[in-house]
């Protein structure tokens, strides 16, 4: 297993600001909308808004214990239902000794998706912890 030495991003699971309440959690990567970054259209975070059972499914994925059928973990999910079926913004959640990585970051625009070039985001493996388990409840 490969180790990171750094830089780590800082990583939050925060609502959103915007003008109708946010039923749904926003990812803060060093104190910025991940949004920012990676467009998500009419989507909404996958956390926050779910059932218990699919946000702990979620939560699974973002810790690498459960990838799932395609071995992506959903970041932004139809703001309608909830599936990604009907378009997610997806990253590939990779483990490493001392790390986890968010790389291949995809919208569904195109057959088979569209990746987002350019970003690959290291986060320091006890902070996420502290981000995701929570969720996994």
């Given at each position: 297993?490969?180790?990171?030495?750094?830089?780590?991003?800082?990583?939050?699971?925060?609502?959103?600001?915007?003008?109708?309440?946010?039923?749904?959690?926003?990812?803060?990567?060093?104190?910025?909308?991940?949004?920012?970054?990676?467009?998500?259209?009419?989507?909404?975070?996958?956390?926050?808004?779910?059932?218990?059972e699919?946000?702990?499914?979620?939560?699974?994925?973002?810790?690498?214990?459960?990838?799932?059928?395609?071995?992506?973990?959903?970041?932004?999910?139809?703001?309608?239902?909830?599936?990604v079926?009907?378009?997610?913004?997806?990253?590939?959640?990779?483990?490493?000794?001392?790390?986890?990585?968010?790389?291949?970051?995809?919208?569904?625009?195109?057959?088979?998706?569209?990746?987002?070039?350019?970003?690959?985001?290291?986060?320091?493996?006890?902070?996420?912890?502290?981000?995701?388990?929570?969720?996994?409840?």
């Amino acid at each position: 297993m490969r180790t990171c030495t750094g830089p780590f991003s800082t990583l939050e699971l925060v609502r959103p600001n915007e003008r109708a309440p946010a039923r749904w959690m926003e990812y803060l990567v060093d104190g910025r909308p991940l949004s920012r970054l990676v467009p998500r259209g009419d989507r909404v975070g996958a956390l926050g808004w779910g059932g218990r059972e699919a946000e702990a499914r979620v939560a699974r994925q973002f810790l690498g214990e459960d990838a799932g059928a395609s071995g992506r973990a959903p970041l932004y999910v139809c703001g309608v239902c909830g599936d990604v079926g009907c378009g997610a913004v997806t990253v590939r959640v990779v483990r490493t000794a001392d790390s986890f990585v968010w790389i291949d970051f995809e919208t569904p625009d195109g057959p088979g998706g569209t990746s987002v070039a350019g970003y690959e985001l290291h986060f320091e493996r006890t902070a996420y912890l502290s981000v995701f388990r929570p969720w996994r409840k």
